[in-house]
Nanobody
Framework: QVQLVESGGGLVQPGGSLRLSCAAS????????MGWYRQAPGKQRELVAT???????NYADSVKGRFTISRNNVKNTVDLQMNSLKPEDTAVYFC?????????WGQGTQVTVSS
């Protein structure tokens, strides 16, 4: 079983920055895609950013130019640098690791953007 542990969430003022980190353990094989998703109260979980083993990235339109996803394939970690944060970025952020036939999720870390 693969376990994902997120860290780095917290409270930040609008325009501020946070860096989220996720460490995967128990993976016997290389992770195909790693990513970050978020869920705000009363809303569906949505994609924030993904990154493939070859470092191809995909971002939600709402975060393009503000967020940067990166990964370390040796350590099986994925980070999300979040800049110019907005109140609408407030959500629980979940780390995701996807293999060919399996999908794993972390427990989430709260990000609150408020003045």
């Amino acid at each position: 079983q693969v376990q994902l542990v997120e860290s780095g969430g917290g409270l930040v003022q609008p325009g501020g920055s946070l860096r989220l980190s996720c460490a995967a353990s128990g993976s016997r094989f290389s992770i195909y895609t790693m990513g970050w998703y978020r869920q705000a109260p009363g809303k569906q979980r949505e994609l924030v950013a993904t990154i493939t083993y070859g470092s191809s990235t995909n971002y939600a339109d709402s975060v393009k130019g503000r967020f940067t996803i990166s990964r370390n394939n040796v350590k099986n970690t994925v980070d999300l640098q979040m800049n110019s944060l907005k109140p609408e970025d407030t959500a629980v952020y979940f780390c995701n690791a996807r293999f060919i036939t399996q999908n794993f999720w972390g427990q989430g870390t709260q990000v609150t953007v408020s003045s």
